[in-house]
């Protein structure tokens, strides 16, 4: 298979170039590098024996379509985008033409390569706004409600994605991640909670829990979630799923299991709620399950003692 992925230096990104890499596919990279990093293909990049070309270009830019064309590739694993919902919030022009323009610059790319499909990385914690409690975990026949508009971009490329796939046959399979953790990613500015706590952990800082910590996510484990993307390749056109563990973990139980991880015993330190995040989420996963035989399987210790082992050994 000849894959193109967009993001694919980024955190989730670089892990599933690796995993492509390792079957024996042709990978192509498309990143500006904006916030991915090249250090996270090095060890892809150090292998003769792959066959990985790395792009260096914002998807905003008309010539990505042409590139993606120019590339032939039989896959494509839309993963790049303006991924911060407090950027969204406070710059939503920019929000939509990184993620709805551009996007679209990509979705072109591959209707003119003829490409079988393209596997686009959603969001599970946006795109169903704040669900209600009593239905946790939410299914994907859950109202489509998001409250942001980071959430809102995500929610409309869907759309974009189903009407390619009637007007031009274009397949697809929409992915609804979880909160997303694992090695590599950035514990510097807004990364995900567990990369943060790992890097304050090891620094001897205090980390910092916004609102009273009982707010859940459902936290997956990078490792599953590039499972997800490689089984959708095949698997599961013209669907949405979710991709999570179907639990709920609050703020406060991470903390506790990730500090006893690093031998910290000092507490966390609370600050004021943040406006504008959900207070509870889990994603049900069993429609991934059957249709693409996929469930998580890294538990939320052993997930996070391995973010706590990188950012040690990297001195993250």
Not at 110 to 130: L, M, N, P, Q
Not at 250 to 268: I, Q, R
């Amino acid at each position: 298979m000849r894959a193109l992925v967009t993001g694919g230096a980024g955190f989730i990104g670089s892990t599933l170039v690796d995993r492509l890499l390792a079957e024996g596919h042709s990978v192509d990279v498309v990143d500006n590098l904006s916030s991915g990093k090249l250090a996270n293909l090095a060890d892809a990049r150090s292998n003769r024996d792959h066959d990985l070309t790395i792009h260096q270009i914002d998807i905003r830019e008309p010539g990505v379509a042409e590139l993606i064309e120019r590339r032939n590739p039989d896959v494509v694993f839309h993963l790049a985008a303006q991924a911060d919902v407090r950027v969204s919030v406070s710059d939503p022009v920019l929000d939509a033409s990184i993620n709805v323009i551009g996007s679209l610059h990509v979705l072109e790319g591959a209707r003119r390569a003829g490409a079988d499909k393209v596997v686009f990385a959603s969001s599970g914690g946006t795109i169903y706004g704040e669900p209600d409690v009593s239905a946790l975990p939410v299914p994907e026949t859950a109202p489509l409600r998001p409250e942001s508009p980071y959430g809102i971009t995500k929610r409309v490329f869907t759309d974009y994605l189903n009407a390619y796939r009637l007007l031009h046959n274009l397949e697809f399979t929409s992915l609804a991640l979880g909160n997303v953790y694992g090695p590599r990613q950035d514990p510097h500015g807004e990364a995900g909670v567990v990369s943060i706590f790992a890097g304050k952990l090891l620094a001897g800082e205090p980390c910092t829990i916004f609102g009273d910590g009982e707010q859940t996510r459902d936290f997956v484990f990078v490792d599953d979630v590039v499972d997800a993307f490689v089984r959708a390749a095949t698997r599961g056109g013209g669907l949405l799923f979710n991709i999570g563990t179907s639990t709920e973990v609050s703020v406060n139980a991470l903390y506790a299991s990730m500090a006893a991880a690093a031998g910290v015993s000092a507490p966390a330190v609370y600050a004021p709620a943040r406006a504008g995040e959900l207070n509870r989420i889990a994603l049900d996963a069993g429609k991934a399950k059957i249709h693409l035989g996929w469930e998580s399987w890294t538990t939320l210790d052993d997930g996070t003692r391995a973010v706590i082992e990188w950012t040690r050994s990297t001195g993250g």
